[in-house]
């Protein structure tokens, strides 16, 4: 959903790239589901809190319908070996789009060595030693900080 999403505001102008990529990482780090934070965000940026209000409600309520359906349709058919096929397509579709998200925001973002130093390490971290991704996320804000407060500090000198 990111990489539609991402291009769905920046191509209509309601946010230039870099504030969509400050978005998602803000959605990401807010406890709740991205696409709904993202949603809000999104909506009180560009309409203030009519916006929010709209874009939120835009986003759930045709999730809700559609789970409920698709719930009761399941129920009736959710042994049946064609449909147990397509949800394997579908994850599969699913982990290319999440590729290409990365690779995307990837291009945007890793653009120092000390991003890329971070996001190996943030990787490594959660990957390697099952470490949560709020303390990983935490950790980046806090060497970013440090990083950039260091940077300023040698400008100044």
Do not use: H
């Not at 986003?59 to 070996?81: C, H, K, M, R, Y």
């Not at 099952?130 to 400008?155: P, R």
């Amino acid at each position: 959903m990111i990489p539609q999403l991402q291009q769905i505001v920046v191509d209509k102008k309601w946010l230039e790239e870099d504030e969509m990529i400050d978005c998602i990482a803000i959605s990401q780090a807010l406890p709740g589901i991205i696409a709904i934070n993202a949603a809000t965000y999104i909506g009180m940026k560009v309409r203030g809190f009519r916006g929010a209000l709209s874009a939120t409600l835009g986003v759930i309520l045709p999730s809700f319908v559609i789970i409920i359906a698709v719930v009761t349709l399941l129920d009736s058919i959710g042994e049946n070996t064609y449909i147990q096929g397509a949800f394997i397509g579908i994850k599969a579709a699913v982990c290319g789009l999440i590729l290409v998200t990365v690779v995307r925001m990837g291009k945007k973002i890793l653009r120092s060595a000390f991003a890329w130093i971070l996001a190996v390490l943030a990787f490594i971290a959660i990957v390697g030693f099952g470490i949560n991704a709020i303390w990983a996320i935490l950790a980046g804000a806090i060497a970013g900080i440090v990083y950039n407060a260091s940077k300023l500090k040698e400008v100044d000198e």
